[in-house]
T-cell receptor, first 112, second 111 residues
Framework: GQQLNQSPQSMFIQEGEDVSMNCTSSSIFNTWLWYKQDPGEGPVLLIALYKAGELTSNGRLTAQFGITRKDSFLNISASIPSDVGIYFCAGDRVGSNYKLTFGKGTLLTVNP | NAGVTQTPKFQVLKTGQSMTLQCAQDMNHEYMSWYRQDPGMGLRLIHYSVGAGITDQGEVPNGYNVSRSTTEDFPLRLLSAAPSQTSVYFC??????????FGPGTRLTVL
């Protein structure tokens, strides 16, 4: 089953605000992946992280692989209405035989 | 590259009917998997494969079969559909320990 704690579950923000969400676990991970899912669509990969401490950006999005290898965060700067959607974290837990573990998602609503 | 493709996009079945959800990828990825997504439950792994000829069960395999005769294709078969299988199904592929890419999904309703 899922062993990733993703928070917050939902966020309601004003356009232009910055957003931060994170995933934590008691297990150690080899990779962290962050996805966005729009209604009626499949998850789309935003950022992939492969090394502890790694900080990677994709436009207004920045994600980090926690130094303990048990957590990761995603920041969105200067949010815009099209940022609305569900954001998932996922990772390769050590010993999981390539099966990704998923968080349950953060529902982001942006008020124009 | 088309990435991960799934057909059909929508399907309605009657209880007891069987069908196959198709999935294909053109990225030469070793690993392919099937998930179902239900409200409040997140993504749950049904079956996965680490290469042609190799398949294994995920966390919710009952009522589903898979096969992997080629690297590209990974069909999911519902043997006798039940209302509890009403869900959105996603196929995904990845190169091992790299990014995983999802298909657009199949929305299945079982009456």
């Amino acid at each position: 089953g899922q062993q990733l704690n993703q928070s917050p579950q939902s966020m309601f923000i004003q356009e232009g605000e910055d957003v931060s969400m994170n995933c934590t676990s008691s297990s150690i991970f080899n990779t962290w992946l962050w996805y966005k899912q729009d209604p009626g669509e499949g998850p789309v990969l935003l950022i992939a992280l492969y090394k502890a401490g790694e900080l990677t950006s994709n436009g207004r999005l920045t994600a980090q692989f926690g130094i303990t290898r048990k957590d990761s965060f995603l920041n969105i700067s200067a949010s815009i209405p099209s940022d609305v959607g569900i954001y998932f974290c996922a990772g390769d837990r050590v010993g999981s035989n390539y099966k990704l573990t998923f968080g349950k998602g953060t529902l982001l609503t942006v008020n124009p | 590259n088309a990435g991960v493709t799934q057909t059909p996009k929508f399907q309605v079945l009657k209880t007891g009917q069987s069908m196959t959800l198709q999935c294909a990828q053109d990225m030469n990825h070793e690993y392919m998997s099937w998930y179902r997504q239900d409200p409040g439950m997140g993504l749950r792994l049904i079956h996965y494969s680490v290469g042609a000829g190799i398949t294994d069960q995920g966390e919710v395999p009952n009522g589903y079969n898979v096969s992997r005769s080629t690297t590209e294709d990974f069909p999911l078969r519902l043997l006798s559909a039940a209302p509890s299988q009403t869900s959105v199904y996603f196929c995904a592929s990845r190169r091992l320990l790299n990014e995983q890419f999802f298909g657009p999904g199949t929305r299945l309703t079982v009456l």
